[in-house]
């Protein structure tokens, strides 16, 4: 997407995901979201109230230097809003990597993963997790949207396809 009319502008970036693949642990993955504020009235009404609407930062710069994922690299991540994989532990009885899917996911996968909120409070804002062969569970809550989580579980898929073909993802 690129805006009309507006000059020195890339395409519209929506987030952005980072997949670090190590041959000894779990991957680890970040994914990027521009963070919503909620700002002043539009001037409608609803039932009474004022409506509210949620914006964020337009993430357009042709400036690779300013797109989402080197931005926050850098450590400037007030207009983001960051999720990373939560850590897995390593089980001595099964040498496995383990992590709690509740009673959902029932398949050890190298594509199950649980995103929270870096710096949060370790709360779940997306699951995605292997229930049998051919069948995987999404659960995704606010910050993410619906497209933004397809976006995520789209991207480990390719990511875990050209790992097993040992080749790079352009």
């Not at 020195?8 to 693949?21: E, R």
């Not at 609407?53 to 400036?63: G, I, M, T, V």
């Not at 080197?70 to 040498?95: K, M, N, W, Y």
């Not at 779940?124 to 292997?130: C, L, R, V, W």
């Amino acid at each position: 997407l690129s805006p009309k009319g507006r000059m020195n502008t890339g395409p519209i970036q929506l987030g952005a995901i980072q997949i670090k693949s190590i041959s000894t642990k779990p991957r680890e993955i970040m994914v990027l979201t521009p963070s919503l504020v909620t700002n002043s009235s539009m001037g409608g009404i609803d039932n009474g109230s004022l409506q509210k609407e949620r914006q964020s930062k337009r993430w357009d710069s042709a400036d690779p230097e300013e797109q989402m994922l080197q931005v926050a690299l850098r450590g400037e991540r007030d207009d983001l809003c960051i999720l990373h994989s939560r850590e897995a532990t390593f089980d001595e009885d099964s040498q496995a990597y383990t992590m709690d899917f509740g009673e959902r996911v029932k398949t050890a996968s190298s594509t199950n993963v649980i995103l929270q909120e870096h710096l949060g409070d370790g709360e779940t804002k997306m699951m995605t997790g292997k229930i049998q062969e051919m069948q995987y569970a999404v659960d995704v809550c606010y910050p993410m949207s619906l497209t933004q989580a397809f976006a995520v579980a789209i991207a480990k898929t390719c990511k875990q396809i050209a790992t097993a073909n040992s080749q790079p993802i352009h």
